[in-house]
């Protein structure tokens, strides 16, 4: 079924808008990154305030609402920020504070799995635990073999296949949110999640058959 008109502008204007969004969001922290590369200490503290939230939560859909060998989400998001710290003096200006950010992040959540002795750049659980209601043990092994079997298929997809399915399904993310933590488009992220998808709908009939 094609798109009526109406849809087609409708959905055109919610771009623009959120392509409004998040230039006004990327300029702003442009400017606590300038500022804060020169030493300006509140630049510094107003940027890490602002990122945090995004970097706990980019953590979390990695690696779930668990550990990781002994660190958490909320570890491996500090360390990130601290790397942060450190890197900004070598941020460029022409390139998006977020995908900056969220390059440093995946490196860390990298090294967390190496340092659990698991050398793995793929989530244990991508999309973050939801509350568990059945506690059973029928329920935990079902649960447990359901995320088993994810991880496996997951394990298959490019790392850049699955960076946009983290950003895009597990955060929530817009396409032009995505694209600008990847210093890509939004037509191209989109393009990705759908072959990504496409090649998951493949692995899952194979699985079947």
């Not at 808008?17 to 500022?35: F, W, Y």
């Not at 995908?99 to 992040?105: E, K, L, P």
């Not at 490196?107 to 659980?125: I, L």
Request: with cysteine.
């Amino acid at each position: 079924m094609s798109a009526t008109g109406d849809e087609v502008i409708g959905a055109d204007e919610a771009e623009r808008a959120d392509r409004a969004r998040s230039a006004a969001r990327d300029a702003e922290l442009n400017r606590l990154a300038t500022l804060a590369a020169a030493g300006d200490q509140g630049a510094l503290e107003g940027l890490l305030g602002r990122i945090r939230p995004m970097v706990v939560q980019y953590c979390r859909a990695r690696i779930g609402l668990g550990t990781l060998g002994t660190q958490s989400a909320e570890d491996i998001a500090q360390d990130t920020l601290m790397a942060v710290v450190g890197a900004l003096r070598r941020w460029q200006p022409d390139k998006r504070v977020m995908s900056f950010v969220y390059g440093i992040a995946s490196n860390k959540v990298v090294d967390a799995y190496r340092a659990a002795g698991r050398d793995r750049s793929v989530p244990t659980d991508v999309v973050p635990d939801a509350p568990d209601l059945d506690h059973g043990p029928e329920q935990s092994a079902m649960r447990g073999g359901l995320l088993a079997e994810l991880r496996n298929l997951l394990d298959q997809l490019p790392e850049h296949h699955r960076e946009i399915l983290v950003l895009r399904v597990a955060l929530g993310m817009t396409a032009v949110e995505t694209a600008a933590a990847v210093g890509s488009t939004s037509g191209a992220v989109r393009v990705t999640q759908h072959r990504a998808m496409a090649r998951l709908r493949e692995l899952v009939a194979r699985r079947t058959t």
